[in-house]
């Protein structure tokens, strides 16, 4: 069966950087893209961007393309979220996802608290 | 950007019901649509894709329709599990959105 585990929950300060894992399992990694989501609490989920399992090719929201970069390593059929230059409303909890349009399958999230 | 906007926002129905939940979209996103349930601390669920499309393993009861700038999604009898938010998200062209959500309540 499919399963994608992220990584455990981060607190960072304003300014900082963060890398969410997400680590893959059930499915051939290179035919499948990963999505990844946050969601603040109380609102509905934000779609970040897309990369491709099988060569690594990106679409990144508008929203935070300067400062997001999404990579894999499909020796470890894993993805990662890197975010940069932190503000408090980067405060959520981050998905992972299979699937470039719509999703079918979901990590079970990661909460990044940016606090001073 | 396609806005994505959700009716009704809360909508309270007692199980057995059958109720409707509409999302709207500011341009035609023709049917690139999905539909996600979620319970509190959870990630979302696939129900629906491609505006109608039974994902693998969600029940009949639960049924979407529309193309265009017009979308339902409906549940035919409701159960106690179906208790949840549900969102509707376009995937026609990037940047892809999601509705502000409908939060379905026991009546």
């Known amino acids: 069966q499919v399963h994608l585990v992220q990584s455990g929950p981060e607190v960072r300060r304003p300014g900082a950087s963060v890398k969410v894992s997400c680590k893959t399992s059930?499915?051939?990694?290179?035919?499948?893209?990963i999505t990844w989501v946050r969601q603040a609490p109380g609102q509905r989920p934000e779609w970040m961007g897309w990369i491709s399992g099988y060569n690594g090719n990106t679409n990144y929201a508008e929203k935070v393309q300067d400062r997001v970069t999404m990579t894999t390593d499909t020796s470890t059929s894993t993805a990662y979220m890197e975010l940069r230059s932190l503000r408090s409303d980067d405060t959520a909890v981050y998905y992972c996802?299979?699937?470039?349009?719509?999703?079918?399958?979901w990590g079970q999230g990661t909460l990044v608290t940016v606090s001073p | 950007d396609i806005q994505m906007t959700q009716s009704p926002s809360t909508l309270s129905a007692s199980v057995g019901d059958r109720v409707t939940i509409t999302c709207r979209a500011s341009?035609?996103?023709?049917?690139?649509l999905a539909w996600y349930q979620q319970k509190p601390g959870k990630a979302p669920k696939l129900l629906i894709y491609k505006a109608s499309s039974l994902e693998s393993g969600v029940p009949s009861r639960f049924t979407g329709s529309g193309s265009g700038t017009e979308f339902t999604l409906t549940i035919s009898s409701l159960q106690p599990d179906d208790f949840a938010t549900y969102y509707c998200?376009?995937?026609?062209?990037?940047?892809?959105?999601f509705g502000q959500g409908t939060k379905l309540e026991i009546k």
């Open positions: 341009q035609s996103v023709g049917t690139w």
């Open positions: 059930g499915y051939i990694f290179t035919t499948y893209g």
């Open positions: 996802a299979r699937g470039e349009g719509f999703a079918d399958y």
């Open positions: 998200q376009h995937y026609h062209s990037y940047l892809y959105t």
